[in-house]
């Protein structure tokens, strides 16, 4: 076979990583851009000088702090409720035996196809009624268990040998006792694969809480920022500094974990 | 087994107490629920009963104040004139016809190229993933500054080629089309790892053996690798469909349904009779069309891989 030095792969791999990661690239420079180098004609790639004009203005004129530490609570609260109740269920229909456990599962599994849109009116009034529109619990509280988390951890389960189990239970350890100091450690990537699919939906959503919050200092950073976007649409370093304080903590995490992130990806893709 | 069995054996004592069969059931049952309980009472508490219901509210005139007013089907009826309705349709079928094969296109073409064994492989792949993990809010406002027509990086391209200017979004026929590139931008990421997930599950055996029959690359490809991914792009195809249809999110951050109605989708619809205009029984209805017509096409295309033989459900 004749071995070319350079693959003709990179001719089209390169031309398209630089545009999936340019954009990204000049959000992060024009964020950090003085006003004149944006709007001179024609537009500046790299900034003339690097300033924090753009950071500065969006703390003092929003409470994009306070909706940056809302959206913080928000995640943290959903990733934290699934880890264990998802798990807790997952293992339950895994390997419990109980009244109506078929009739559970199967009613789980028939909620992944109902579309989020056909919740929102009666979520809304439901949520009004309970008094949870206008706080934080209305952005959290859809996010606290979810079918995809149980229909994860339960495929987990079964994957696992059932022999420690036993063993750990002839020990003298309670079903809880089992589930939590055996069966969990083991359960590492899966809770990993939660977490990731958990902090991505939670924290990058936008439709709900644009719909059950409108108190501006209980918005989430996509929703402070989206609202943001229609008042101050010609202040892009402001903008663009939002967007990285929005995007940024994701970016990290992805970068950090990034076979957890594709591992989610794949189990959505080939299993969900 | 035989470790199982034993298990029982041993435990046995300690379930002595326990007088009939029927009452060590009701506490397994309870231990059982206790555990799928909680997760299971939210999915379904926030997902069946308020679909059931929003099917009920589909069949009402009802702002969320005032009592509501049966009306039987009508919502449904009023739908099949509602002429913005019918544009919300159209603009939302444009996108996924767009939308779904480049997607898929893009998606495996990409992933075929990363999974050659070349330099620099890692940052190609880091590259076109990390849009992904990027909101729609950020996506858009992002896009919104990039597309700008005055100070947009597109367009300075655009004049170094020596090409005409454009609106891109605020171009009523450019404007779909744009977010769909966009939504492209954001997504294919998902796809690329997909369906390197699925080349990796390939055997090389396979590979090799066609290629010691003389099958050339693009052989290979045509009749080992893309029967191979079959069941894949069926996942893909359904999936990317469902996102296409309930666009939302990049309408709202970029051009919020204009310019002139041109980028309102169906969901932005549901949205603005809903919660702009309290139409909470209209809004309901298009919903569950909405859902319906998703169904079809869901069932559609598993019953159209049947018949093309692809097992992928």
Known sequence: MRRLPFSPWHLLLMPLALLFALPLVQMVLTAFMP???????????????????????????????????????????????????????????????FFGRTAGFLMILATIMIPTQLLMIPTYVMFSRLGLIDTLAAAFVPWLASAFGIFLMRQFF???????????????????????????????????????????????????????????SLYTIQLGLANFQGTRHTQWSLLMAGNVVATLPLIIAFVLAQRQFVATMTFSGLKG | MSVLFAGRRQAAPAHAAVPSGRLRWLRRSLVGWGFAGPATALVVGLSIF???????????????IAPAKPIGWLNY??????????????????????????????????????????KLVGFYRTCIFIPFVASAAATGILASFVFNPQYGAANSVLRTLGLPQQQFLESQWQALPVICLIALWGQVGFTVVVYLAALQDIPKDVVEAARMDGANRWQVFRHVTL???????????????????????????????????????????????????????????????LFAATMLITVGMIIYSRRSRIEAF
């Open chain 1, 35 to 97: 006003d004149g180098d944006i709007n001179r004609f024609p537009p500046r790639f790299i900034p003339t000088r690097l300033q924090l004009d753009g950071f500065i203005g969006l703390f003092t004129q929003s409470q994009a702090l306070r909706w940056l530490a809302n959206t913080v609570v928000v995640a943290a609260i959903a990733v934290l409720a699934q880890l264990v109740l998802c798990s807790m269920a997952g293992y339950g229909f895994a390997r419990l035996k």
């Open chain 1, 158 to 216: 079964l994957s696992l040998p059932a022999e420690l189990e036993d063993a750990a239970r002839i020990d003298g350890c309670s079903t809880f006792g089992v589930f939590w100091r055996v069966v969990l450690p083991l359960a590492r990537p899966a809770l990993a694969t939660l977490t990731v699919f958990t902090l991505l939906g939670s924290w990058n959503d936008l439709i709900w809480p644009l719909v059950a919050i409108s108190d501006e």
């Open chain 2, 50 to 64: 308020p679909a059931v219901w929003a099917f009920l509210i589909s069949l009402q005139k009802w702002n969320g």
């Open chain 2, 77 to 118: 009826q009023l739908m099949a004139e509602d002429p913005d309705l019918l544009a919300a349709v159209r603009h939302t079928l444009v996108f996924t016809v767009l939308f779904v094969p480049a997607s898929i296109f893009l998606g495996m073409l990409v992933a075929v190229a990363l999974n050659r064994p070349i």
């Open chain 2, 227 to 289: 029967p191979a991914l079959g069941p894949v792009t069926v996942f893909t195809s359904i999936w990317q469909t469902i996102t296409a249809l309930q666009l939302f999110d990049l309408v709202f951050t970029t051009t919020r349904g204009g310019p002139l109605g041109a980028t309102q989708t169906i969901v932005y619809y549901v949205y603005t009779q809903a919660f702009k205009l309290t139409k909470f029984g209209y809004g309901s209805a298009v919903a569950y069309g």
